[in-house]
């Protein structure tokens, strides 16, 4: 059944009159694949994981044309695991996107649970495995909590102008204090025939404000400032991300139940990562490359460096079939794991093998 037939007919289940008013497309991500860890305090680990490329997800994607170069849009999209089922967010019915928004002329606004501007310009420009696989970038860049999505989020977005956009977030902590628990951040990209540019900011506040039955905690600030890159030479597409990382909060382990045992690492508060990635075709799927290094500039020094490589087989315009390959070398008790797109990983090496499919 057509996405958009099957959509109407359930919102006609709710309601008549959305139906007559609202264009809604059904889309997602279906992903599983076999995973083996190894390197970690917890051995040899061998498991189906979901989304091991991307998210596997069901999404609602919505828009109502109001005239004059006007509408309105929404988006509510709910992570799941599909190798048991489960929403991935106990208590969270659309725990990955949940916003409207309106768009005109001048640009968008949208408000709700989104995407911060750092990820953005992470997964879509810098990272050739787009924050997915045993290869992706969440092995050593701080691609997890916060600085990959927020709620309470307002986004204006430019329209754009020749080759350029840009757009602006603010989430709102909600506490008594406007300042603690807030967070921002911006984009600034370019991209024009084989060339695709963007900076990226992004500033969060980890204080806890006073409140009745509630203990005041001073953190401070966290920033994070990305420079991606790529360029597509048609017989390669080179990536290149940059990331300078400061403060509190800053840069989060992805695992951080000590997994490699001895005394358990610390997250950096005073770091930067580089990617060096490439994409080359090799008959129906590509090649992907990517060599990171990861610069602890605390006194532990904790540093680490990775390398991932996989080879994605198009079957066909939604379907992939993929194997990859990822390892790190941690340096003065650095606790870095090979991640993928859903799990930060239990060990030092990984091995991924799967299919992903979108609709």
């Given at each position: 059944m057509n996405k958009k037939v099957l959509a109407a007919a359930i919102l006609a289940c709710c309601?008549?009159?959305?139906?007559?008013?609202?264009?809604?497309t059904i889309y997602g991500i279906v992903d599983a694949g076999y995973v083996h860890e190894s390197g970690g305090v917890a051995g040899s680990v061998n498991k189906l994981t979901s989304g091991v490329g991307s998210h596997s997800r069901i999404g609602f994607r919505g828009s109502e044309d109001l005239g004059g170069g006007t509408s309105v849009f929404f988006t509510l999209e709910n992570g799941h695991r599909l190798d048991t089922g489960e929403v991935d967010a106990a208590g969270s019915i659309f725990n990955r996107q949940a916003f409207v928004g309106?768009?005109?002329?001048?640009?968008?606004?949208?408000?709700?649970?989104?995407?911060?501007?750092?990820?953005?310009?992470?997964?879509?420009?810098?990272?050739?495995?787009?924050?997915?696989?045993?290869?992706?970038?969440k092995n050593?860049?701080?691609?997890?909590?916060?600085?990959?999505?927020?709620?309470?989020?307002?986004?204006?977005?430019?329209?754009?102008?020749?080759?350029?956009?840009?757009?602006?977030?603010?989430?709102f902590g909600e506490q008594v204090s406007s300042?603690?628990?807030?967070?921002?951040?911006?984009?600034?990209?370019?991209a024009a025939g084989p060339l695709n540019v963007r900076l990226a900011y992004n500033h969060r506040n980890s204080d806890v404000a006073a409140a009745p039955g509630v203990t005041p905690v001073t953190r401070g600030n966290g920033s994070n400032k990305l420079l991606t890159a790529n360029y597509d030479f048609k017989?390669?597409?080179?990536?290149?991300?940059?990331?300078?990382?400061k403060g509190f909060g800053s840069a989060p382990l992805g695992n951080n139940t000590n997994p490699f045992g001895g005394v358990a690492p610390t997250a950096s508060t005073d770091g930067n990562e580089i990617l060096l990635g490439a994409v080359v075709p090799a008959g129906p799927g590509n090649v992907v490359v990517t060599l990171m290094r990861k610069d602890d500039k605390t006194f532990r020094n904790q540093d680490?460096?990775?390398?991932?490589?996989?080879y994605l087989y198009t079957m066909s315009k939604r379907t992939t079939l993929y194997t990859v390959y990822g390892a790190i070398d941690n340096e003065n008790g650095a606790g870095y794991t090979v991640a993928n797109n859903t799990e930060a990983g239990s060990g030092d090496r990984a091995f991924n093998l799967g299919v992903r499919h979108s609709f």
């Open positions: 309601g008549g009159s959305a139906v007559a008013q609202t264009s809604v309106i768009k005109t002329t001048a640009g968008s606004l949208s408000l709700g649970r989104q995407y911060t501007p750092w990820h953005q310009a992470l997964a879509q420009v810098g990272d050739p495995f787009s924050t997915g696989y045993a290869g992706g970038s050593l860049f701080p691609d997890f909590g916060t600085n990959v999505r927020t709620s309470n989020t307002v986004i204006y977005t430019t329209p754009v102008m020749s080759g350029f956009t840009a757009d602006v977030a603010y989430s300042k603690a628990g807030r967070q921002y951040g911006a984009s600034l990209g370019y017989v390669v597409k080179a990536y290149l991300a940059f990331s300078v990382d680490a460096r990775s390398a991932g490589v996989g």
